[in-house]
């Protein structure tokens, strides 16, 4: 249950945090029914689907919060827990590349709040803020690298690396990138010492990492069946590359402070923010390090994090007809384009090495300038960057609807069945949709949307539910309780604090009666006493 009125979560409210949100109450309902979180009718209802949630890690750990305090707590705990552990991670390595204990807090601090891990957590994407596994396994590798490092080093570097890949695929790129010249040289220096080590981290994180890649598979190997669509077609394709431009990388979103976006997406309603900026403080005292090989190890994945195509100014670069091609094409060589939407977040492992890097440069600068530094590049990242600081917030969450529901359904059970929230769509407001599926986490009623809460991921196949969702005035007459109840509606809500519902309260009020009302927030019930329903 929601801790409401008043309730608020760490992160912008039409972007992404509603549903990630959701994922620790599915977990949590998920182990009491006692079946494992990988297919569920409470979306998509009423078929359901298969659905691998996008952070599993997170929701594994957020369960028992959500079960002991509910899922507004869970999340924010969740959030500043990612945010802790990424700083750690970068202390780590700061410490492992030769920082001394005094400037290796500047990494700390530098991970903490730079502007990518801001950004997401703007965007309530959990997955995204949760990269403190490859930063950890980045201080494992440069431990491991060390002359006369014990074997069993590499078994660390191995479970970070594992987890990294459960959390986002993405990531592990980024990691993998970074590695590469580390390993390569290792192994170049000692043959004989490396191999084994480096046999026995790929097995241990292989043996954390294809399971989980095998549960993805069984989700999307049929496609009517997943709740999530995952479009896999060539580059050429129409929707991947609107897909691509969507997450489009411009090479100034390292260098230019302000409100830069590669893709400014407000004209479209969508309040996402994404920088990859590395800051210019940290940047100096990385190359005052003079640690070459890692500055080539952050340089890999930064470079791959610019997509497949050049991209500048609003739109590709072309030679000619064709569009100007980037190293990260060659991953779609051994990985589906439906895995590779997102390739600014490959980036991150390198900006983490630039910030221990310049704790390692700091540490080699006269005493007085750590603070100095410090502040500077807080400053820098919060005042300066392309983040939002203060961290953004959600408006006071009210569900008080949600509450109704739960409580007529556990009076009458007769009456348990789909939730339709309407509207279906709000243009301008990216994803505030999305609280929908929020709202389940008090009702726990099926919903007949995808985890995208919008009408073109919605499942019910329901005429008169259809004409409701398009806000047809005309199709009136084609609305009756008997075409809801049949369908498995039982509850409609129509959000007026999202948009103006009164076409649809309008088209409701005749066949179902006048609503129960909480402020804007208006809930018809269909009874379904009077139908002969289908077993369920």
């Known amino acids: 249950m929601l801790e409401a009125p008043g ?48 952070d599993p890690l997170g929701a594994a750990f957020s369960m028992p919060l959500v079960a002991a305090f509910g899922v507004v707590v869970a999340w924010n705990v969740l959030v500043y827990a990612y945010v802790v552990l990424a700083s750690v991670g970068g202390r780590s390595l700061a410490l ?6 005094a400037s290796s807090w500047f990494a700390a601090l530098a991970v903490a709040i730079s502007p990518y891990l801001l950004s997401e957590v703007h965007n309530g994407i959990s997955e995204a803020v949760g990269v403190g596994w490859s930063v950890l396994s980045l201080a494992a590798l440069a431990r491991a690298t060390r002359e006369g490092a014990p074997i069993r080093e590499w078994a660390w570097v191995g479970l970070w690396g594992g987890l990294t890949a459960v959390g986002t695929v993405y990531y592990a790129i980024g990691l993998g990138l970074a590695a590469l010249p580390i390993v390569l040289l290792a192994l170049a220096r000692r043959a004989r010492a490396s191999a084994p080590g480096v046999f026995l981290g790929a097995t241990v994180a292989a043996a954390i990492a294809v399971p989980a890649f095998l549960l993805v598979r069984t989700t999307i190997v049929d496609p ?8 896999d077609a060539p580059l050429s394709n129409p929707l991947i590359l609107a897909i691509l431009r969507h ?47 890692w500055l080539i190890a952050a340089l890999l994945p930064l470079v791959f994090s610019l997509g497949p195509f050049l991209f500048y100014d609003g739109d590709w670069v072309k030679s000619g007809a064709k569009m100007v091609g980037l190293p990260y094409r060659v991953l779609y060589v051994v990985l589906p384009t439906s895995a590779l939407g997102h390739p600014q977040r490959t980036g991150f492992p390198g900006l983490a090495v630039i910030y221990a890097m310049a704790a390692v440069g700091l540490a080699r600068a006269p ?37 109704y529901i739960r409580e007529r359904v556990a009076s009458d ?10 509207p279906g769509d709000v243009f301008g407001s990216g994803m505030a ?14 919903l007949p949307y995808t985890p995208d809460v919008r009408v073109s991921g919605c499942k019910l196949g329901n005429p008169a539910a259809g004409v409701l969702l398009r806000r047809d005035s005309s199709g ?53 006493a009077d139908f002969e329903l289908p077993a369920r």
Not at 224 to 231: E, N, V
């Open 247 to 293: 997450n489009a990388v411009d090479p100034r979103s390292f260098f230019l402070p302000g409100d830069f976006q590669s893709v400014d997406l407000t004209p479209r309603g969508e309040w996402f923010l994404h920088t990859s900026y590395v800051g210019y403080v940290a940047l100096a005292l990385a190359l005052w390090s003079r640690r070459w090989i």
């Open 96 to 101: 492992a590349l030769g920082a001394s204990a």
């Open 367 to 403: 005493g007085w300038l750590t603070g100095a530094a410090g502040v500077g590049m807080a400053v820098e990242f919060l005042r300066f960057s392309p983040a939002q600081w203060p961290i953004a917030r959600t408006e006071a969450f009210d569900d008080a609807a949600a509450a």
């Open 433 to 446: 949709t999305s609280r929908y599926l929020m709202l389940q986490t008090t009702h726990g009623q099926p």
């Open 476 to 528: 009136a007459s084609q609305v009756t309780e008997a075409a809801l109840a049949l369908g498995g509606v039982r509850f409609i809500v129509t959000h007026g604090d999202l948009a103006d519902t009164s076409i649809e309260e309008r088209i409701l009020e005749p066949v179902l009666g006048e609503p129960a009302r909480f402020g804007k927030v208006a809930v018809f019930a269909v009874d379904p």
């Open 224 to 231: 009517s069946q997943a709740l999530i669509g995952r479009p």
């Open 413 to 422: 059970p007769a009456r348990a069945g789909i939730v339709l929230d309407l």
């Open 7 to 54: 309730a608020r979560l760490v992160g912008h409210p039409n972007v992404d945090v509603w549903n990630h949100a959701w994922g620790a109450w599915w977990f949590l309902e998920s182990a009491s029914r006692g079946v494992f979180p990988l297919y569920t009718r409470l979306l998509g209802a009423p078929e359901g689907g298969y659905l691998w949630y996008i």
